[in-house]
């Protein structure tokens, strides 16, 4: 009578250890656009808290990572075999560990993969060794989670960051040219006409 929740199984520490993604298992993939095709993972994880954000039921709030090879193999491939000139890295947060992201970023500029891509990140990851690494290696357009404009309700979120961080990061972003595409939310919890006021105003 007793309802048994059997524990979690162990994450795969290492990555590398799957196999690439079997894209041409997909039914009628020969309708799928290129770019559809090209959606890649460097990582699994985040360690933020957001309260808002259900990814550590996914994910887990532990950060595992792919080689660097690993995704120059993998871009390679999805290039070669679906004509994809176009990727997206859904990591929940890019550039979670700088160097990693920087030797990732140089190592695909080496590869001259012929690419453009873009990903998710945060502004106080962002920094000019990390944008021009980016810039070089084909980044076109990064996505950001601002939220809020109210530093109360992002207080209360557990976002981590204030409107003064948010701005900071979005210029730097801005000056090395990559098109900035950001995420804002109306209604969340303990938010006042004032602080959607104040949304609209950073915004």
Same mark, same amino acid.
């Not at 041409?24 to 799928?32: A, G, I, K, Q, R």
């Given at each position: 009578? =007793? ?45 933020? =808290? ?5 990814? =550590? ?147």
């Amino acid at each position: 009578g =007793q309802v048994i929740h059997n524990s979690a199984r162990p994450l795969i520490a290492q990555l590398d250890d799957l196999p690439f993604p079997a894209r041409h298992c997909l039914y009628d993939v020969e309708n799928y656009a290129p770019q559809a095709l090209a959606k890649l993972f460097a990582s699994r994880g985040c360690p933020y =808290q957001c309260n808002y954000c259900g990814t =550590q039921n996914i994910w887990t709030f532990e950060v595992r990572h792919h080689s660097e090879e690993r995704i120059v193999e993998e871009i390679k491939q999805v290039k070669q075999e679906f004509g994809a000139t176009y990727f997206t890295f859904f990591d929940d947060v890019f550039g979670l560990d700088r160097k990693r992201a920087v030797q990732l970023c140089k190592k695909m500029s080496r590869a001259k993969l012929g690419i453009s891509w873009d990903c998710l990140t945060r502004s106080n990851l962002v920094s000019d060794e990390l944008l021009s690494a980016m810039k070089k290696a084909g980044c076109r357009k990064i996505d950001m989670g601002v939220e809020s404009g109210s530093d109360k309700v992002l207080k209360d979120t557990k976002k981590g960051l204030d409107r003064k961080r948010i701005l900071e990061g979005a210029r730097l972003i801005k000056k090395h040219g990559i098109f900035l595409y950001t995420f804002f939310m109306v209604g969340l919890p303990t938010e006042t006409e004032d602080d959607v006021e104040q949304t609209i105003d950073l915004l």
